[in-house]
């Protein structure tokens, strides 16, 4: 049976934090996570978008978009670059903003959770708690528009280097010039998920 929100009476980040890594440290990958949802410990109709995908992402609230980029095995000249793309794109604060990593998902799975969710809740869709603050930056929410499977697969990591690189530019790589080589197993973002709830909130308001 379904529960109401584990997360009812928290009331910052701190706490949401705390029952986080208390009840679901163990998650490995996204079909864990989705095993939890059909367990019913965690709530569709009661949880907001944000909370829910926060319980899927691997980087906790000081893991931040630096650090995650440094996680990856990627050359001295790929992580810098990356990282320039990365803050002249979306404008963010690579050192305190926190990234997004869901394991063993993809652009259309995510879109049809997010529809699953927002068909299970009332008329008022909770979309994030409010003590949530998704990030400010507005050219996050101008490139996360049209259909999600679309920007999804754009904007997430890893960008393709090789294909991108030039000698002569490597200072201003466009990494969205070409297309990918292989399909994305994992979304891998340089925002947090209560960024990623509020472009799904955008993006449905925009219908």
Not at 133 to 157: C, F, H, R, T
Not at 170 to 191: A, N
């Amino acid at each position: 049976m379904e529960t109401k929100s584990l997360f009812s009476a928290v009331r910052n980040v701190d706490q949401y934090q705390k029952i986080r890594c208390d009840t679901f440290s163990d998650l490995e990958d996204w079909k864990s996570f989705q095993e939890v949802i059909r367990k019913g410990d965690l709530s569709l109709k009661h949880g907001s978008l944000g909370e829910l995908l926060g319980i899927a992402n691997f980087f906790g609230k000081s893991d931040s978009v630096e650090y995650a980029l440094q996680t990856e095995e990627k050359s001295e000249d790929e992580y810098l670059a990356t990282i320039t793309f990365v803050k002249e794109q979306f404008g963010i604060d690579e050192k305190k903003q926190q990234a997004c990593f869901l394991q063993g998902t993809d652009p259309q799975e995510i879109t049809a959770f997010v529809q699953q969710w927002y068909d299970a809740q009332g008329k008022r869709k909770r979309w994030n708690p409010s003590y949530a603050k998704p990030a400010p930056q507005q050219k996050i929410y101008d490139l996360a528009n049209g259909s999600p499977e679309k920007w999804l697969d754009e904007l997430s990591l890893p960008y393709n280097f090789e294909q991108s690189y030039d000698e002569e530019e490597k200072d201003t790589i466009d990494f969205w010039k070409g297309k990918r080589r292989s399909p994305l197993h994992s979304i891998f973002l340089p925002f947090d998920h209560w960024t990623l709830a509020e472009c799904f909130k955008r993006q449905y308001a925009s219908k």
